[in-house]
């Protein structure tokens, strides 16, 4: 196992790591066997793309989103191991009801999935042509994307976390980028509040140590995802080189899965953990 620049590892760089938690025999659609998901953001992109893998390996998942309508047609797409629940991670009055609802409906929460947040396009719709330097960049913008994305994953996590470990267990994973995503040209908030998100979960694992709930980092990796945060007029030349949301598929329902047990503190890269799960 090498070590990912500031120490974490990155496990899917490494045959050996991999095999030593059997994720090749595992498959997209390992049997989740009703395993409790809250996912949040899961309406579309990279959480609809999350939350059917899992759906489809035997998971249920609670879909939610600030849209109730759409998070109530994303649940019926999903079928009966699906239940829809408006949700704003910002406030913290919504998380405690989403919470809530999840405990009412399935009795507690094993895996909380913080994927919600908010692109470039909110700030500058035509950030992948046209860079914007930060000091354009509105108050309320900025505040808005970090809010969402960093902010929404500790509320999450403070109300969530809790109820695990007094039941026993859980896992949180938490949804960030690449580096270079981070530190490009034109990126801020989104790059920041990405930085901010991998911060935040090495002190909720550090925290976490030997204790019963485990944390992890997933990213998508590549050069890009097609999401509903990419604007709608970018150039077809770039649009062909994003990849797939289901990218994200495998390394989630793996990180919900039995296989993964005792796996903390790691961060893993979707497209890393897809190649390797085809290697004979």
């Not at 994720?23 to 049997?31: N, Q, S, V």
Request: proline share 6%.
């Amino acid at each position: 196992m090498r070590a990912h620049q500031g120490g974490w590892p990155l496990l899917f760089s490494d045959q050996t790591a991999m095999a030593s938690h059997d994720t090749r025999a595992l498959g997209p659609f390992t049997p989740l066997n009703g395993t409790r998901v809250l996912l949040t953001g899961a309406t579309s992109g990279l959480g609809a793309a999350m939350a059917r893998a899992l759906a489809q390996a035997g998971a249920r998942v609670m879909v939610t989103g600030r849209d109730e309508e759409r998070a109530a047609a994303a649940a019926r797409a999903l079928g009966s191991n699906a239940i829809p629940c408006p949700l704003d991670v910002r406030d913290e009055r919504s998380v405690a009801d989403c919470v809530a609802l999840a405990c009412d409906a399935w009795g507690g929460i094993d895996v909380l999935v913080n994927n919600a947040g908010i692109g470039m396009r909110t700030v500058n719709p035509r950030f992948l042509s046209e860079a914007q330097p930060f000091w354009q960049v509105s108050y309320g913008g900025f505040r808005d994307v970090l809010d969402t994305k960093v902010i929404g994953c500790f509320l999450m996590a403070r109300a969530v976390v809790p109820l695990m470990l007094r039941n026993g267990g859980g896992r949180v994973v938490n949804i960030s980028m690449n580096e270079q995503t981070m530190t490009r040209r034109g990126f801020v908030p989104y790059g920041p509040a990405g930085a901010g998100v991998e911060a935040l979960s090495r002190v909720m694992a550090a925290d976490l140590a030997g204790s019963s709930v485990a944390v992890n980092t997933l990213l998508p990796g590549g050069n890009g995802t097609l999401t509903g945060m990419v604007p709608d007029d970018v150039p077809a030349e770039i649009r062909a080189r994003l990849q797939d949301p289901a990218v994200m598929g495998p390394p989630i329902v793996w990180l919900a899965s039995s296989p993964a047990s005792g796996v903390h503190d790691q961060r893993f890269i979707a497209t890393e953990f897809n190649a390797a799960l085809a290697a004979p």
